[in-house]
C-alpha cells in the first residue's frame, strides 16, 4: 500500500534516478565508487559458503550492475552444483532487469508470494520509507525456511558530517536542518525482523573509515554512489557557499589526519533471519 505524502522522509524517484545515474557512470568506470555495496556483498558470499543448504530460486534486490551475481560465478556458487542454482536480479533504478516499470514507491516491488528460497538485498534499504511494510512483503515472498540477508549502511554512517552540519549551522543560523538521512541501527534491524514475523534474526555490523583528500572529495564520492540527501520535503535552507566553506573548515579541523587528509565513518548492518 502506498504511503500518503506526508508519510514520505524520501523522495524515491529522486533517489532511484540518482541511482541510476551513478550505476551508468560506474559501468563506464574502471574504478568503481560502490566499495560500500561491494563490501558488503563480499560478506554475503561468505555467509552464504557457510549454510548447509542450497538454494534452488534465489532473488537479489537492489543489485545494481551485477556485481553479486558475478562474485557467486567466480566463486562456482552460482547455476548447477552450485550453492544457489537460480538468481533473479532486481534492480529498482533499471526497468529492464526484470521487466518490471521503474517504481515511486520502493515498498510497491513486484514481489510474487511464496517463490523464493533465499532473498539477498546488499543495499538500499536504509532508503524506503515503510521498510516494516517491504519486510513482510519480503517474508511473503519466501518459501517456508526461506532465508533473508540484507546488509545496508548503519547509524555510525557520516557521523562526522552530521557533526560539522549541526555545529556550523547552530553557530551561523541558531538552528539546525536535516542533511544527511537517517540510517537504521543495530538493534533496530533485528527488531524490524521480528516484529515483520522472521525466526532467529541475526545482526552485526562492520565499521569501514575511508579517507579523502578534503571534504569535497567526500561529497563526490557520496554523489557518486548516488547516495546524497533525497528527502521528500526539503525544508533545509539551501547550501550557500560561505556556509559550505565553513563546514569544510570545521569537518578538517575536527577529522584531519597527521597527513592532512580527513576520514569518514561507514558503518555496514547486516541481518539474516529465517522465514
Known sequence: ?????????????????????????????????????????EGNIDTIKTLKPDFDNALELFSGNGEFATALADENLLGAGGKIKS?????????????????????DLPLEDGVYDLIIANSCLNWVNDLPGLL??????????GLFIASFLGGRTLN???????????EETGGASMRISPMIDLENAAALLRRAGFLSPVSSSEVLRARYDNVFALFRDL??????SAFAVRNAAPLNRGLISKIATNY??????????VG?????????AWN
Open 264 to 272: 569518514a565513518t561507514y558503518e555496514i548492518v547486516t541481518v539474516s
Open 160 to 170: 562526522e558530517l552530521r557533526q560539522s552540519f549541526l555545529a556550523v549551522e547552530a
Open 223 to 228: 554523489k557518486a554512489m548516488g547516495e546524497n
Open 87 to 107: 538468481l533473479k536480479l532486481y534492480e529498482p533504478a533499471f526497468s529492464h532487469f526484470i521487466g518490471a516499470k521503474c517504481i515511486n514507491e520502493l515498498e
Open 1 to 41: 500500500m502506498a504511503l500518503g505524502a506526508s508519510d514520505l522522509l524520501f523522495d524515491t524517484a529522486l533517489f532511484l534516478s540518482r541511482r541510476q545515474k551513478a550505476l551508468v557512470r560506474a559501468q563506464l568506470n574502471p574504478k568503481s565508487p560502490f566499495f560500500l555495496h561491494n563490501f558488503a556483498l
Open 252 to 261: 578538517q579541523e575536527k577529522n584531519a589526519d597527521s597527513d592532512g587528509r
Open 136 to 145: 513482510a512483503r519480503i517474508k511473503r515472498a519466501l518459501k517456508k525456511d
